[in-house]
């Protein structure tokens, strides 16, 4: 598929005509193509990637499978994808990672890398393969038990001891266990006037602080995932002026919802962790428009309709994210003079793709570079409802809500998997 895209604004604000031929950037002075695209009113940004994404296969089909969530995934502006390990097999072995990563190529539709376990089954006993995790062919450099915390510091020491040795990363589920059994929604006045257990902010910080001491003794790589406390954010800072090796990551949910959505116990707004203060909020888009936070993550998590249409206390925790990310991102940190687009293109793509090792995203829009690219028209605005997801569950926090934004064209490789604001067939995908 060879395409030209006529003056896209890029993330800089200038304007420039992109061309696209077997699947990289090319000169687009006298360039032919079969799809000509007329951007002129459209923000390009580089294809955007997440590093934190639950697809469920194999085992938890009826939520979502790699198809359906790589659909999501490409309406939302996506051309790469992270799939978290809590699947059924847990993918703790080299034949699990490989498989999904197969899928992934299989659909076309985005990049889809595997994230290891840390521990066999996420159960926090043993190390999983994580060596042959890293040398199969799905070449994995994140583990994580996201789901769980690797809550015993021996574990977690000797896996960032392991990773290190191949400039692998571990993405911590911060959630100290014991003091979280039963917990409903962020501890507080509000919890105690609902009824529901609270879920107390120490729980994130305390494990978020020990682990950055032993990533700093272990000389690796930490990732903390979801971070959802100011309190968080002053442990994270410390350890980036300390010169440790951690980064972290926040959730669109946790940039704009508040822990008032539980008020009518309607269980879509139940997610792990909890939705926080306003106060936590604020401190969450600060710490990342100032670098202290440097990925925007989905933690796309999503349950069938039973699941989540109970009662609060026996609802599944989680929300679908991949479609809506953007526009959130868009309301929470470039409408509120936070974030300009060039930040936008570095918190959902290039800094994303470094910490996962995603190749082809470092020289966004350059001549010979993969060509991964998103056109989002700012200027949209539209109700979000249930005909924007494309994956194969519904439970999204922003049904009825005003989302800024649309993304119009999605482009993985070359190959356009949206066009014209509609996402294309798998056989038009599989033929680029």
């Not at 008020?263 to 962790?273: E, F, I, L, M, Q």
Request: net charge negative; hydrophobic share 45%; charged share 20%.
């Amino acid at each position: 598929m060879n395409i030209l895209i006529k003056a896209a604004t890029l993330p800089d604000g200038t304007r420039a005509d992109l061309a696209i031929r077997d699947g990289v950037f090319v000169d687009a002075g006298g360039a032919k193509a079969s799809t000509v695209i007329d951007a002129d009113g459209l923000q390009a940004l580089p294809g955007l990637v997440d590093l934190h994404t639950h697809l469920r296969e194999p085992g938890f089909e009826q939520s979502e499978t790699v198809l359906t969530g790589s659909r999501a995934a490409a309406a939302g502006g996506f051309t790469a994808v992270h799939a978290m390990a809590n699947t059924s097999p847990v993918a703790d072995t080299a034949g699990v990672v490989e498989q999904v990563a197969s899928l992934g190529d299989q659909h076309g539709y985005v990049t889809v890398r595997p994230i290891g376990a840390v521990t066999i089954g996420v159960a926090g006993e043993r190390l999983a393969e994580i060596g042959a995790m890293a040398r199969s062919r799905a070449a994995v450099r994140v583990f994580s038990d996201d789901g769980k915390c690797v809550h015993d510091a021996l574990l977690m020491r000797r896996a960032l001891e392991y990773v290190a040795t191949f400039d692998g990363v571990v993405a911590q589920h911060a959630q100290e266990p014991r003091l979280t059994e039963g917990a409903q929604m962020n501890e507080g006045a509000l919890a105690s006037e609902l009824g529901l257990a609270g879920w107390p902010a120490v729980a994130e910080e305390a494990i978020i602080a020990r682990d950055v001491l032993l990533a700093e003794a272990a000389g690796a790589r930490l990732h903390v995932c979801h971070v959802s406390t100011a309190g968080s954010v002053e442990v994270v800072r410390w350890a980036k002026a300390r010169g440790i090796p951690v980064t972290a990551e926040v959730t669109p949910h946790h940039l704009l919802l508040t822990e008032d959505l539980a008020s009518g116990y309607d269980a879509r707004y139940k997610v792990n962790p909890p939705l926080r203060r306003s106060e936590d909020v604020d401190a969450l888009r600060h710490a990342l428009a100032d670098g202290t936070i440097d990925i925007v993550a989905t933690d796309h998590a999503p349950h069938p309709v039973e699941t989540k249409e109970a009662a609060w206390a026996e609802a599944s925790f989680g929300m679908v994210g991949l479609e809506s990310a953007l526009s959130v991102v868009q309301a929470a940190m470039v409408d509120t003079g936070l974030l300009d687009w060039v930040g936008v293109a570095r918190v959902l793509s290039s800094a994303p793709a470094a910490i996962g090792r995603v190749d082809g995203y470092a020289a966004a829009f350059q001549i010979g570079a993969p060509a991964h690219l998103t056109l989002v028209d700012p200027t949209a605005r539209s109700t979000f409802g249930v005909d924007h997801l494309k994956g194969r569950s519904i439970n999204s926090p922003y049904l009825g809500i005003e989302l800024p934004g649309r993304v119009v064209t999605t482009i993985h490789g070359g190959v356009a998997t949206v066009l014209d604001g509609e996402l294309r067939e798998p056989e038009e995908v599989a033929r680029g």
